[in-house]
């Protein structure tokens, strides 16, 4: 059981908007920075989003972070076919003394 | 750009051992904390370990702590990690990566990983 709380999937249309939730606790979220990994089929995961709200060089502008007391959230814009993936938030934890992932959301382009 | 690769996995029985090594090159590797995360088949990201660039500080995930040794050797731009009483559990795929912001940063680069199973 992971630490961190998503949804196991989500979905949408191409060019819809959809939302991935994280939830976590005092000593994770509620007190670190979250970050977002993306995971193609069959590929090593990538970073996504970092510092809660960051997009690294080349990571398209329709990903966007947001963080909120113990929760977090991914938004993807203009969703497209090539984002269909695994998509996984994580961040350290005061009370575990290492780092903690989320299980994970399929997302599904229809 | 920061290149990591990893090697040292493949089929091991229970109960015995194997070390992981992870070859960077592209960037400063003694300023940069390195860890090691899984992911077992059809699962999941598992974080395994993490150890400071100068190598002084080291974390592990309750599910390998006595078991792995997460080490490095700057001279050599390599990080490694020594599994020893392994499981059937311990079968994943294994990622090194670089983190920013030492050991409790993020993992901006990430390996190809390599596979380790662990069956009799």
């Known amino acids: 059981q992971s630490v961190l709380t998503q949804p196991p999937s989500a979905s949408g249309t191409p060019g819809q908007r959809v939302t991935i939730s994280c939830s976590g606790s005092?000593?994770?979220?509620?007190?670190?920075?979250v970050n977002w990994y993306q995971q193609l089929p069959g590929t090593a995961p990538k970073l996504l989003i970092y510092s809660n709200n960051q997009r690294p060089s080349g990571v398209p502008d329709r990903f966007s972070g947001s963080k909120s007391g113990t929760s977090a959230s991914l938004a993807i814009s203009g969703l497209q076919s090539e984002d269909e993936a695994d998509y996984y938030c994580?961040?350290?934890?005061?009370?575990?003394?290492?780092?903690?992932f989320g299980s994970g959301t399929t997302v599904t382009v229809l | 750009e920061a290149q990591l690769l990893e090697s040292g996995g493949g089929l091991v029985q229970p109960g015995g051992s194997l070390r992981l090594s992870c070859a960077a090159s592209?960037?400063?590797?003694?300023?940069?904390?390195m860890s090691w995360v899984r992911q077992a088949p059809g699962k999941g990201l598992e974080w395994v370990s993490v150890i400071r660039g100068t190598g002084g500080s080291t974390y592990y995930a309750d599910s390998v702590k006595g078991r792995f040794t997460i080490s490095r050797d700057n001279s050599k731009n390599t990080l490694y990690l020594q599994m020893n009483s392994l499981r059937a559990e311990d079968t994943a795929v294994y990622y090194c990566?670089?983190?920013?912001?030492?050991?409790?940063?993020?993992?901006?680069?990430w390996g190809q990983g390599t596979l380790v199973t662990v069956s009799s």
């Open positions: 592209g960037f400063t590797f003694s300023s940069y904390a």
């Open positions: 990566a670089k983190v920013y912001y030492d050991t409790s940063g993020y993992f901006g680069y």
């Open positions: 005092s000593s994770n979220i509620g007190s670190n920075p």
């Open positions: 994580a961040a350290w934890d005061d009370s575990l003394n290492g780092h903690v």
